[in-house]
C-alpha cells in the first residue's frame, strides 16, 4: 500500500506540474514521454544483456529501464524547449484542463517506468510492504492473480509499450511475442532470496529434451512416537495438473557457469522458469512450472511434500542442478503440437531468470508422428533456405554466411544488363560499375558472364542470409549496417578484406531481377557499395539469392566474416577458403 501510495502523490503532483504549464506544453510533454517509454521497454533488455550485466546482474535491468527512459525524455524536452516557441493563444479554463488530461497521461507513463523499475529491484523480500507474487507454503498456482499497484501504472505502461510494439514501432520481432505479461513475468522472477541471482546472460542455458510426463509426485511421511519423520516416500498425484483436458510436459535443459550466483553456487527457484509459445490465434502464452525434479532422493517430479500434517509446495523451496549440471521441470499446458493443426500451445522458447533463453522443440518421440514436428522459430528468423546465425549473435550485423566460394562467374550468366551507375563493360566482363537485369529478358548488347578480377587477387562470393532486427535500437543498427554496407572478411593472418561489391536476385513486381555492384577499385569506401535501387530489403525473403563480394591476395586463407566494429564476427573457417 505504502508504495501504490508513493506512486500516486507522484502522478499526482506530476498532473499539477503540466497544468501550471499549460496545454501546449503538457501535450509536447506527453508525446515525448510515450516515445521515451516505447523506446525504454524495446531497448532495455538489450542494454542490461549487453553492456551492464557484467557490472551488477541483478540491478542489470532496472537500472537499463531508467537510463533508457530518461536520456531520450530529458535530451527530447531541452531539444524542443530551445526549438519550440509557446504562446497561449486558448482561454485559461481550456489550457488548464488540457494540461491536466496530458499530464495524467505524462504522470502514468513516468509512474509506470519507475513501478516496474522498482519492482525488478532483488530485494528478496516485499519492498514498502509491496510483493507482486507471494510464494510460502500455500499452494503454488502460477495462474493466480498477483497484486498490483493502485490504478496499476506499471501495468498501463507495459501496455502501451505493447500496443506500439505492434504498430508503428514494431519490427520483425515485437516485444509483446516475446512478453506477453511482462509485469507477472517480472513478479514471479523477483521473488527469490536475494543471494539468488536473478539475471542470466542469453546464451547461459542449452535445450535438452520436451517430453510428455505421466504424474507429478507428492511425498508423504508419517511421525512416529518421538515426533521424527518416518516412512517417507513418493506417490504419484494422478489427477494434479490435468484438469480441464490439461498435459504435463518435462523440459530439460542445462545453464552454464555464467548463471551461477555471485558465491560460485547454482540455486534457482521455481518460478524463475517460464515456457512461451503460440497459442490459438496466434496469440502469444507463457506458463511457469508446476514441479521440479527432486535430485536428492526420491528422484521424481515433485509437486508438494505433506509433513507432519502441513504442506510444503514445490514453488516454496530452491533447488541446485543434477549431478550431471540439468535442470528438469514440469510444466501444466494445453494441448501441445503445431498451432497451424488446430493444437492449443506451441511451445517457442524456454527462459531462464529473465535473460537466458533456449530455443524449444518437442522430442520426436514424445508425440504421434502427425504431430510431432519441428516448432517454427520467431516470425523474425528467415524465411528463405540457408544457415540462420544463432539466437545469440543477433541481428543487427544485417546477414549471416551459408558458404561462400572463389570465382567470378555471375549466379545467372548469359543475362542482358541495364547500366545504373556508369557501368563498364567489356568482353562480357564487368569491370566496375552498377547494372539490372530482369531475367530471362533479351536486352541490347553483349550479355555478361562474369567479373573481371585485379591482377594477383582472387574474388570471394559470399553467400549470405538477410537478416532483420527485432528490437527498435537493432532495427537502426541494422539499418546502419546495411546502408553503410561495412561487411569485411578476415583471413588467418588477422587481414582484413572490405566489401567491394554484391549481388542479389530476388522477384521485383512479379518478374526475377538480379542486380549487381561491383567496385574493386574503391573497395570499403563509403562511395563504393550502397543499396540496391530496384531490389530493396524487404524483397530479400521468400526465395531470393544474396552475395557479398570481397578482393582477397592469392594465398590466403578466409577464417571470418563481421562487421567493422563486430565483437567475434562469425566462424568460416570450416569452409576451407583458400584464394586461387
Known sequence: MAVSLFLIALIGAVAFYQSIHGLFSAMIMCVITVLSLVFAFALHEYVALEWLIQWKPDFALPLSLAICFVVPLVTLRLTLDA?????CLLPSIVDRVGGVAFGLVTALCIMGVVGVA????????????????????EKFDPKAEPNGLLFSPDRFAVRLASLFSSGVFSGEREWRLEHPDYVTEIGWNQTAPRDVRCLAPRDAIQFVSMVRENYVYRITTGVNEMGNTVNEKAEP?????????????AVTFKPTSDAQDEDGKHRFALYQIRLVG????GVMEQFHPIAVFDTKKHQRFLVRRDERGKTKWAASELYTPAADGSISVVFE??????VSKGHAFEPVFLEYKMGARAAVKVT????????AEETPPLPSERDGAGRPGPETRGRTHGADVTGASFGNALPHAGVYFTSVADAEMRDGELISGHVISTLETSGAGEPLHRLKVPEGKALLQVDVVNLRAGSLLGQAKSFAVKTVKNYLVTDESGAQYKICGQIAVADVGGRRVMEV?????????????????RIKDWSLKGDYELYFLFVVDSGRKITR????????????????LVAP
Open 83 to 87: 526549438l519550440l516557441r509557446r504562446s
Open 118 to 137: 522498482l519492482q525488478m529491484l532483488p530485494f528478496g523480500e516485499p519492498f514498502l510492504g509491496f510483493r507482486q507474487i507471494k510464494v510460502k507454503d
Open 237 to 249: 498425484d494422478p489427477t494434479y495438473g490435468k484438469e480441464g483436458g490439461r498435459e504435463l510436459w
Open 278 to 281: 503460440r497459442g490459438r490465434f
Open 333 to 338: 499446458l494445453p494441448e501441445v503440437g503445431p
Open 364 to 371: 520426436s518421440d514424445a508425440l504421434p508422428p502427425a504431430v
Open 517 to 533: 555492384q561491383y567496385f574493386p577499385e574503391v573497395i570499403g569506401s563509403l562511395g563504393g557499395v550502397r543499396g540496391f535501387q
Open 561 to 576: 566474416f563481421s562487421t567493422t566494429g563486430e565483437r567475434g564476427g562469425e566462424d568460416i573457417s570450416d569452409l576451407n
